[in-house]
């Protein structure tokens, strides 16, 4: 079976191996294709080829006010404690749809909440939280598992992709990166030969090393083992991803 290639929305067929200036489709949308599986995910930096891929750093938001009133956002009504509003508001409308938040600090530390889109000022929440924020002490911090950026160099880190292509992130950010199945994948180490596993902690940002096996495999953030091995050191090999 051939890999597939495109995909279709709206009777509109994609292109899966260009990256989108714009989200064509949702942020973590997965597609499976002869054992490979790839999520739709959003660079928040210029990606290398064949690179092993982190959750991006996260947004600290400080000092957010609930709303005081209901507001209608894109036809939908929502109660003043399901918006979160920011203190100095300068967000790109929709930058964080889908994202998820943590109160870090103040008034409803503690609580955790998921974004259903956002202006640029309020935060617009699924669900709403159990106790109001205050502008005078209260701060939020924001992620998506699906913004995504090179691990960092010489940190063991969770892996939570790698990127089939490189990624300009200031033209067109958007792509599909491949969690599952067999890949190319940038290794520090010259003697990584077939079965050793792969892990995160290079001195070279989105670069694999070698586990060490005094660690026990448990204890590291395993990218996969290694099926064909490369002969030089930051290069890719063919490897079984093991990316949970």
Request: charged letters at 15%; proline letters at 4%; one cysteine or more.
């Amino acid at each position: 079976m051939a890999m597939l290639t495109s995909l279709e929305k709206n009777g509109v067929e994609y292109d899966l191996k260009i990256a989108d200036e714009i989200p064509i489709f949702n942020l973590g949308d997965m597609y499976h294709d002869s054992g490979n599986v790839y999520m739709y995910a959003k660079a928040s930096a210029d990606l290398s080829p064949y690179a092993v891929l982190m959750t991006a750093a996260v947004t600290d938001v400080d000092l957010v006010l609930d709303a005081t009133t209901n507001t209608t956002f894109k036809g939908k009504l929502y109660g003043w404690e399901s918006i979160i509003k920011a203190s100095a508001p300068s967000w790109t409308p929709g930058y964080f749809k889908g994202w998820y938040g943590f109160v870090d600090a103040g008034t409803g530390a503690g609580q955790v909440f998921e974004v259903e889109d956002n202006s640029k000022d309020l935060l617009y929440l699924k669900a709403p939280i159990a106790t109001a924020v205050a502008i005078t002490d209260s701060d939020i911090m924001l992620f998506s598992p699906f913004n995504v950026a090179e691990t960092t160099a010489s940190t063991s880190v969770p892996v939570v992709g790698v990127a089939n292509r490189a990624i300009d992130a200031s033209v067109a950010p958007y792509f599909w990166m491949q969690t599952e199945g067999v890949a190319a994948v940038l290794n520090g180490a010259a003697n990584a030969t077939a079965g050793v596993y792969l892990t995160t902690g290079d001195d070279t940002a989105g670069t694999c090393a070698i586990a060490a096996t005094t660690t026990g495999l448990e204890d590291a953030n395993i990218v996969g083992v290694v099926i064909l091995a490369g002969a030089t050191n930051d290069a890719p090999v063919w490897v079984k991803l093991n990316i949970h």
